[in-house]
Nanobody, 122 residues
Framework: QVQLVESGGGLVQPGGSLRLSCAASGSIFGINAMGWYRQAPGKQREWVATITNRGSTNYADSVKGRFTISRDNAKNTVDLQMNSLEPEDTAVYFC????????????????WGQGTQVTVST
């Protein structure tokens, strides 16, 4: 089994910064893409950012220039540095990873963390 655990959420004022972290553990032979998604109250989950195992990154237009995604392949972790936060960034943030559980199979499976709350408010 594979577990993803996020940390680092909290309450921050507009214009402030937060850093989210996510650690993958369990039966892991390899990880392809890792990413972050978010879900605001009453809205569908939306993609925020993705990073490949080679370090290529992509961002949603709404966060481009403010958020930075990074990963440590040796530790199976992915971080999201969030700067210039706005009230519209308030949401539960989820990390995701495409995991290859074992060497005997070439298949990758998507896994999700349980989410961490980010609230941007005065």
């Amino acid at each position: 089994q594979v577990q993803l655990v996020e940390s680092g959420g909290g309450l921050v004022q507009p214009g402030g910064s937060l850093r989210l972290s996510c650690a993958a553990s369990g039966s892991i032979f390899g990880i392809n893409a890792m990413g972050w998604y978010r879900q605001a109250p009453g809205k569908q989950r939306e993609w925020v950012a993705t990073i490949t195992n080679r370090g290529s990154t992509n961002y949603a237009d709404s966060v481009k220039g403010r958020f930075t995604i990074s990963r440590d392949n040796a530790k199976n972790t992915v971080d999201l540095q969030m700067n210039s936060l706005e009230p519209e960034d308030t949401a539960v943030y989820f990390c995701s990873a495409d995991v290859r559980p074992r060497a005997t199979s070439n298949y990758y499976f998507p896994y999700w963390g349980q989410g961490t709350q980010v609230t941007v408010s005065t």
